[in-house]
Antibody
């Protein structure tokens, strides 16, 4: 069974750094794209970026390029989303999701709620 | 970047009725790389349709997708109480992938 398990909720202050994780199991981690999707409270889904763990090919939405870093560690089947300096506007639920043929997200993590507040 | 526009924003229907949701792209979506997702309150999205018309694993056959190029449709043939949720289309033909703004399907 394919599973994506995300790290737990985070409460941070503006300016702090953060790295959240998404651990894949039940499939060959290096063979499928993993993406990150943001959902601010009461709003729609936003495509942030994707990574192919097999060769670390990474693509970003222009809206998020330079604001976050997506990475993956093949040895532990885990993808990451990180910020170097959080803002209050980064407060949102973040989902990881796994593609099938491409970035069609057949499998989703449970979400990680990030709250940034002074 | 391909912009997806969903209509209507809100659709009010009764159980047993047919729902038709639209997704229009600002440019052609190649290879019909268009997906539909359902999201219920407090839950992660769930894939319903990929490749414009293929049902994902475990999705009931009352859900169907159609379309190509710039115009796509999600049809729910006969609404069940559990179908009332928010629906998003997504294109994954080009990077960045993009989502539509969503259609809320509510009980009339």
């Amino acid at each position: 069974e394919v599973q994506l398990v995300q790290s737990g909720a985070e409460v941070k202050k503006p300016g702090e750094s953060l790295k959240i994780s998404c651990k894949g199991s039940g499939y060959s981690f290096t063979s499928y794209w993993i993406g990150w999707v943001r959902q601010m409270s009461g709003k729609g889904l936003e495509w942030m970026g994707i990574i192919y763990p097999g060769d670390s090919d990474t693509r970003y939405s222009p809206s998020f390029q330079g604001q976050v870093t997506i990475s993956a560690d093949k040895s532990i089947s885990t993808a990451y989303l990180q910020w170097s300096s959080l803002k209050a506007s980064d407060t949102a639920m973040y989902y990881c999701a796994r593609g099938m043929a491409a970035a069609d997200f057949h499998h989703w993590g449970q979400g990680t709620l990030v709250t940034v507040s002074s | 970047e391909i912009v997806l526009t969903q209509s209507p924003g809100t659709l009010s229907l009764s159980p047993g009725e047919r729902a038709t949701l639209s997704c229009r792209a600002s440019q052609s979506v190649s290879s019909s790389y268009l997906a539909w997702y359902q999201q219920k309150s407090g839950q992660a999205p769930r894939l319903l349709i990929y490749g414009a018309s293929s049902r994902a694993t475990g999705i009931p056959d009352r859900f169907s997708g159609s379309g190509s190029g710039t115009d796509f449709t999600l049809t729910i043939s006969r609404l069940e109480p559990e179908d009332f949720a928010v629906y998003y289309c997504q294109q994954y033909a080009t990077s960045p992938g993009t989502f539509g703004q969503g259609t809320k399907l509510e009980i009339k």
